[in-house]
């Protein structure tokens, strides 16, 4: 069992930066592909960004490609969602979630655990 919980959403003005982070309480010594998703209303959920267990490797929607940085603290089990030049589009409730593989994925059925969300509004 896997616990997540978000935090460090918030309302920033367009250009602006904010940084996520998601803390994992493991119950489980299995390795923990992380990811982050999306949704805003009346849309579906997309895949941001993920990161392997061991945060040797890195995946991010084209979306956010060169303004977004995920990254994890192994031993902590946290990850991090650094997010620049924050558009108006990226207003939506972001979402952490865990997997228990070595393998990363940017599709959220494979993931099992998630957290509860945190908002992040981009004013214009």
């Known amino acids: 069992q896997v616990q997540l919980v978000e935090s460090g959403g918030g309302l920033v003005q367009a250009g602006g930066s904010l940084r996520l982070s998601c803390a994992a309480s493991?119950?489980?010594?299995?390795?923990?592909?992380m990811g982050w998703f999306r949704q805003a209303p009346g849309k579906e959920r997309e895949f941001v960004a993920a990161?392997?267990?061991?945060?040797?490797?890195?995946y991010y929607a084209d979306s956010v490609q060169g303004r977004f940085t995920i990254s994890r603290d192994v031993a902590k089990n946290t990850v991090f969602l650094q997010m620049n030049s924050l558009k108006p589009e990226d207003t939506a409730v972001y979402y952490c979630?865990?997997?228990?593989?070595?393998?990363?994925?940017?599709?959220?059925?494979?993931?099992?655990?998630w957290g509860q969300g945190t908002q992040v509004t981009v004013s214009s």
């Open positions: 979630a865990a997997r228990a593989s070595t393998k990363v994925s940017v599709v959220g059925g494979e993931y099992r655990y």
């Open positions: 990161i392997s267990w061991n945060g040797g490797s890195t």
């Open positions: 493991a119950r489980t010594l299995s390795p923990l592909g």
